[in-house]
């Protein structure tokens, strides 16, 4: 589609900023004489050791290229194909990945669970789960909620505890989607073990793209069991870095130095900025709390159609509202510029 000379992305998805300095520099640091490939390297062994401190567990990692080939190998490690998969009616698993789940699962079907403010109903959860013990159906066998939420919302750790333990008690296993995993975390001020393995999480995918780096996701496997042979499922699906020390070493800066902590407390902390800007235009409504770095709003068609003629693009399907990400990249600058074109609208 051809697009005007003038349109702005900075706030139409975490994905349209580019790599953060660190990451870049990372990389660029990485492209010295020779290593082992594949994944074999000291950088990679260091990164791999750097994610167990983080989470302080001895978990098992190995890096993709992005989210959708994370979470679909990583739900198809919890199931066989005659079993099924519990999901978010609006998580991006359902809605925003062609059906690899089903595919790389070789067919496991997703269960639609509802959801409140993105976060799943643990009731229609446990009426999932019981409802058929029939061979006719799909067994339930696993778990996958996204921290934070499409809606830009976050899980506290007792709310994820209630979840996971429902689904144990099944004898399901929890899958957390992570694109924006740091968001949360640097919205929660916990420890990263605390909304994850010390709150039931047996697999995260770890989002590293929408954080500010180049081409990565990481996935942690916290019950090892389940990624036994990971490896073999990365490299017949084509996600198999050979020149691995690359993404390594973007992560093994993001995570050191609290340099990730930076990058998602400015992209929520922006977010806040722009939902009270637009919350005090008339006809404005903020639809979802601003828990991380996505703002939903219901606008006035006027300025909406304002906003578009001034060149910014925003997601209107999903939530129900305009959507505006926040990522590393945008500044207090463009979020007020986006607010003064909104009431300039308004006026
Ligand atoms: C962006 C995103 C992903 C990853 O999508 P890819 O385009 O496959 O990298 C996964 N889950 C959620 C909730 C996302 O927003």
Redesign the pocket.
Known sequence: MPDSANAKYHFASD?TSGICPEAWQAFDEANRGFHPSYGDDEITRQACESFRSFFEADCDVYFVF??????SLSLATLCQSYHSVIAGDL???ET??CGAPEFFSNGSKLLLAKTQHGRLDPADVQRLITSRTDLHFPKPRGLTL?QST?LGTTYQPAQLKELTSLAHQHGLRVHM?G??FFNALAALDCAPADITWRAGIDVL?C?G??LGMAVT?AVVFFDRALGQEFAWRCKQAGQLCSKMRFISAQWLRMLGDDVWRRHATHGNALARRLAAGLSALPGAEILYPVDANAVFAKLPETIKEALKAKGWRFYSFIGGGSRFMCSWAVTEQDVDALIADAAAAAA
């Open positions: 994905n992005n989210g959708t080939a994370a979470n998580s991006h698993c925003d990945e996204s499409e989607d694109a924006r995918c989002g793209t929408k996701e």
